[in-house]
Structures are given as structure tokens and as C-alpha cells.
């Protein structure tokens, strides 16, 4: 199974960016997919978590700005970002966990999902 994302870029406060990461491979039925993001001198940190029932849960620092959604048929989970802070500026990570249907906080959590993408750079500006 590889993860792909994509979306990344230079974006400016008060636009808007969506990413997305595919899971290539994955044949199963129940799993999780989620965003996590890290900073400059920031540890990594969950944004956004999905299960394939659609539930979802948000960081508090992007609830009513960032959306996440899933496709289960293309195994491709999204992030619709409104951007209007410079801590948007992370690499972003996609994670997912195949086999594992997660609820709540577990969706944020790092141990939740068992592959990782390589990471896509978004850097907010003024």
C-alpha cells in the first residue's frame, strides 16, 4: 500500500487549498485516513481524521476552517483548507489506517494509522 498526496503549494491568507491523498493498493473495507501537519520547530500534529462511516473529528485550531472528506470508492481522502493563519504553514502529512476503524480523539492520534505519505509543503503567505 503507498499513500500519495498531493495539493501542496504556496498559498495566500485568506485563500484556499485542498489536498488529497490516495491510498494506492488498499482493498479493505474498514480503515482511517486523517492529516496530520508540522511547523517549523513544531512537533507533528493531528489536523483532521476521517473512518470510512464518514465520521470526523478537527484540531480545535482548524474546526470551521479546514474540511476533511473521503471517498471510499477511489480510497482518497481530502482537506479543503481556508487558510487565514501563518501556523498553516506545515509540511502535511497523510496517514492512514488500513483495517482500523477509529472514533472521536483516536483519529488524531499518531498510533492510530500504520502508513504514512512522504508529506506535502504548504506555505501560507501575507
Known amino acids: 500500500v503507498e499513500l500519495v498526496e498531493s495539493g501542496g503549494g504556496p498559498v495566500q491568507s485568506g485563500g484556499s487549498l485542498t489536498l488529497s491523498c490516495v491510498a494506492s493498493g488498499y482493498k479493505g473495507v474498514g480503515y482511517s485516513m486523517a492529516w496530520f501537519r508540522q511547523g517549523p520547530g513544531n512537533e507533528r500534529e493531528g489536523v483532521a481524521g476521517?473512518?470510512?462511516?464518514?465520521?470526523?473529528n478537527y484540531a480545535d485550531s482548524v474546526k470551521g476552517r479546514f474540511t476533511i472528506s473521503l471517498d471510499n470508492d477511489l480510497k482518497t481522502v481530502y482537506l479543503h483548507m481556508n487558510i487565514s493563519r501563518p501556523e498553516d504553514t506545515a509540511m502535511y502529512y497523510c496517514?492512514?489506517?488500513?483495517?482500523?476503524?477509529?472514533?472521536?480523539?483516536?483519529?488524531?492520534?499518531?498510533?492510530?494509522?500504520?502508513?504514512w505519505g512522504q508529506g506535502t509543503q504548504v506555505t501560507v503567505s501575507s
Open positions: 496517514g492512514a489506517g488500513l483495517g482500523r476503524v477509529m472514533w472521536g480523539p483516536a483519529l488524531l492520534r499518531e498510533s492510530t494509522y500504520n502508513y
Open positions: 476521517v473512518n470510512n462511516y464518514g465520521a470526523t
